[in-house]
């Protein structure tokens, strides 16, 4: 399914608090059944066939029909766009974009770098996100004009990404190197690769969490859908951090994506892109 793209759909700032609250709840209802599969045996498929390997299992499919009830019932005006089930636009011209559980490889592997990805999208713009990372009991979360904050253990912290760093002392994250087998993308990603400091592999949508937390500087990916980066755009502007595609144009819509912690080391990084 590709997106509907139209004017942006107006939503307050009561709406968007309305919403986030929602998103809260279905993530509740999403973390019931993740927990309880994680790290438990479970049988895989192979969504990709032939082609690849694009794991699924019980839990994302569960875990997305759960959050779609309870948007349903809390917000039954607005569009779902999910990875694992049919979508729905019909509504107001909103929609939620959800990935029940990012980094289902990490999942089904018994590593705890994955979370379930809400976004809000308007149309246009992804305008509310939430990441909720279970094994450690950390929701992020963010709507424009709202903040960005993170839920420990029962504390709320504002996020902030670092706003002084530049590429020379950053720390990079990527999801694997193996996605880039297009030889001009791979080239680029090198280039900024090995321009960075610090360099660590996976985390997917966590990586971004952390950007947004201060611990993580770019973020480098591809072949993103928009369920996978959705959620996180709103996080990522709220906390001070920039997002876009490798042309710094809109990631709503996935593809080769780029976040970074400020505006200056974004330019500095999409200019690194772009060095044919």
Not at 125 to 133: N, R, S, T, V, Y
Not at 189 to 196: L, P, Y
Request: hydrophobic share 45%; proline share 5%; net charge negative.
């Amino acid at each position: 399914m590709t997106l509907p793209y139209h004017d942006p759909v107006p939503v307050s700032d009561a709406e968007r608090k309305r919403y986030l609250a929602a998103a809260e709840a279905a993530a509740d209802a999403a973390r019931a059944i993740t927990l309880a599969h994680f790290r438990q045996t479970l049988a895989v498929d192979n969504k990709a066939g032939e082609a690849g390997f694009d794991p699924v299992t019980i839990a994302d499919r569960d875990a997305e029909t759960a959050i779609r009830a309870v948007l349903a019932e809390r917000t039954p005006d607005i569009g779902f766009y999910g990875e694992e089930h049919a979508p729905s636009t019909d509504g107001n011209g909103l929609v939620w974009v959800v990935d029940p559980i990012d980094g289902t490889r990490a999942f089904v592997s018994g590593m705890p770098m994955w979370g379930t990805l809400i976004g809000l999208y308007d149309g246009r713009d992804a305008i509310l996100g939430l990441m909720d990372q279970p094994p450690l009991d950390e929701r992020f979360m963010a709507a424009d004009g709202l903040g960005a904050t993170l839920l420990c253990g029962g504390k709320r912290e504002s996020l902030h990404a670092r706003a002084d760093t530049c590429l020379a002392d950053a720390t990079f994250y990527c999801t694997t190197p193996d996605m880039f087998t297009d030889a001009t993308a791979r080239a680029a990603f090198e280039r900024v690769r090995d321009a960075s400091t610090l360099v660590r592999y996976g985390g997917d949508c966590y990586a971004y969490a952390l950007l947004a937390l201060g611990f993580v500087d770019v973020v480098l990916d591809c072949d993103l859908k928009p369920f996978d980066i959705m959620a996180l755009i709103p996080l990522l502007r709220e906390a001070g951090g920039e997002v876009s595609n490798w042309q710094g144009e809109s990631a709503v819509d996935g593809g080769y994506v780029l976040a970074t912690a400020n505006a200056a080391l974004h330019h500095e990084v999409l200019t690194l892109l772009a060095d044919n």
